[in-house]
């Protein structure tokens, strides 16, 4: 089934704890981006990557880092998480340049940061 | 990008169908108009997108007007697992490398018994 999965779905952490959010898609998509979603703001996009190693920033970059060495693969990394990080985050991805805008999303991870 | 306009909130009865409108007057001639939705704190789920011409698919039928200011989403039977909040998104598409999809706040479907 075609897919994109993220772990862990559900996370409760401390201020400054490092943590890392998997993403994976199987479908062999070269795009990926990363949103998050909070209330009354929507979802606004984090980081994307075009390619491997290709990544940029996108509205809400601050406090984030992604990498992209494997095209399956787009890891999001809170270095040193802090309260106002607490959301729900969502990764696509999608076809490459050229092709419909047809994001295909995981089903979300809920990151509380006490 | 062209800015869409969506009423913050529908309702519709389950097995009737379901009138999604959508506003989007600076729309260019390059623009399509994607439908997505999000079940509740689920992740969004893509629908339907067309250019100018109307669009079916297994969920839903897509009708954008001749001049292309606006449209609208039918889902022509509705069921209660379609409750659920629609986004209508106007963005460049083929050609036009990685553009970014924006969501606004879309509308509240409730589907009711």
């Known amino acids: 089934e075609a897919q994109v999965t993220q772990n862990p779905r559900y996370l409760i952490t401390v201020t400054g704890k490092k943590l890392t959010v998997t993403c994976s898609q199987n479908?062999?998509?070269?795009?990926m981006s990363w949103y998050r979603q909070d209330p009354g703001l929507g979802l606004r996009q984090i980081y994307y990557?075009?390619?491997?190693?290709?990544?940029d920033k996108g509205d809400v970059p601050e406090g984030y880092k992604v990498s992209r060495k494997e095209k399956r693969n787009f890891p999001l990394i809170l270095e040193s998480p802090s309260p106002n990080q607490t959301s729900l985050y969502f990764c696509?991805?999608?076809?490459?340049?050229?092709?419909?805008?047809?994001?295909?999303f995981g089903a979300g991870s809920r990151l509380t940061v006490l | 990008d062209a800015k869409t306009t969506q009423p913050t909130s529908m309702d519709c009865a389950e097995g009737r169908a379901a009138n999604l409108p959508c506003n989007h007057s600076t729309i260019s001639g390059n623009e399509y108009v994607y439908w997505y939705r999000q079940i509740h704190s689920q992740g969004p789920q893509y629908i339907i997108h067309?250019?100018?011409n109307n669009e079916t698919n297994e969920m839903a039928s897509l009708i954008i007007t001749e001049d292309r200011k606006s449209s609208t989403l039918i889902l022509p039977h509705a069921t209660l697992r379609d409750t659920a909040v629609y986004y209508c998104?106007?963005?460049?598409?083929?050609?036009?490398?990685?553009?970014?999809?924006?969501f606004g706040k879309g509308t509240m479907l409730l589907v009711s018994p």
């Open positions: 696509a991805s999608r076809e490459g340049a050229g092709g419909a805008n047809v994001l295909t």
């Open positions: 067309g250019l100018k």
């Open positions: 998104i106007v963005r460049a598409s083929l050609n036009s490398g990685y553009s970014t999809l924006t």
């Open positions: 479908m062999n998509h070269e795009y």
């Open positions: 990557s075009m390619n491997v190693e290709v990544t």
